[in-house]
Antibody, heavy 121, light 110 residues
Framework: QVQLVESGGGVVQPGRSLRLSCAAS????????MHWVRQAPGKGLEWVAV????????HYADSVKGRFTISRDNSKNTLYLQMNSLRAEDTAIYYC??????????????WGRGTLVTVSS | QSVLTQPPSASGTPGQRVTISCSGS????????VSWYQQLPGTALKLLIY???QRPSGVPDRFSGSKSGTSASLAISGLQSEDEADYFC???????????FGGGTKLTVL
């Protein structure tokens, strides 16, 4: 069955960096677009970034553009999110989610359980 | 402040029918499809409804979706205790050039 398992979260000081990973299994990872979505404590969901199936296209929410980088290693079935210049407002649970198509589809059909990132001094 | 507006809470008794609304604009719900997700405590989000009213295999037909203009709704009929969860709506936004979500609705089964 499809599984997405995030890791790499933790407590980090403002201005520092962190890299999240999402290990995929149970499907052909290289055939799907992938997303990062986050949820601040007690808040709703916020889409962060998308990467196409082959890594050729990446797109970011304005709130993270220039600071976060999404990438993937199809040989390792793993999605990444490099987060630089972290701010307190980046504190959230970060979820990876699978797109329904290789590029940008109309919905996310599978989600991971998330990894918590806390930005605090 | 979420781009799509949902009521923060909803409730019903077992067997009842409950509706959760999701209000947007012409740049998101008005021109793109809506999907709904269920978040049970401590579990991964689950796709419930896509393309306004389609259900993935395994989702009971008690769950249904609809759209009217710039709003969408999720209806749950024959409410069960295991339906107690948070529910989120989502759509692509042409103006923001990104995905937007509702703030979530916490459903309580009384």
């Amino acid at each position: 069955q499809v599984q997405l398992v995030e890791s790499g979260g933790g407590v980090v000081q403002p201005g520092r960096s962190l890299r999240l990973s999402c290990a995929a299994s149970g499907f052909s990872f290289s055939n799907y677009g992938m997303h990062w979505v986050r949820q601040a404590p007690g808040k709703g969901l916020e889409w962060v970034a998308v990467i196409w199936y082959d890594g050729s296209y990446k797109h970011y929410a304005d709130s993270v553009k220039g600071r976060f980088t999404i990438s993937r290693d199809n040989s390792k079935n793993t999605l990444y999110l490099q987060m630089n210049s972290l701010r307190a407002e980046d504190t959230a649970i970060y979820y990876c989610a699978r797109d329904v198509v290789p590029t940008r589809g109309d919905y996310f059909d599978y989600w991971g359980r998330g990894t918590l990132v806390t930005v605090s001094s | 402040q979420s781009v799509l507006t949902q009521p923060p809470s909803a409730s019903g008794t077992p067997g009842q029918r409950v509706t959760i609304s999701c209000s947007g604009s012409s740049s998101n719900i008005g021109s793109n499809t809506v999907s709904w997700y269920q978040q049970l405590p401590g579990t991964a989000l689950k796709l419930l409804i896509y393309s306004y009213n389609q259900r993935p295999s395994g989702v009971p037909d008690r769950f249904s979706g609809s759209k009217s203009g710039t709003s969408a709704s999720l209806a749950i009929s024959g409410l069960q205790s295991e339906d107690e969860a948070d529910y989120f709506c989502a759509a692509w936004d042409d103006s923001l050039n990104g995905w937007v979500f509702g703030g979530g609705t916490k459903l309580t089964v009384l």
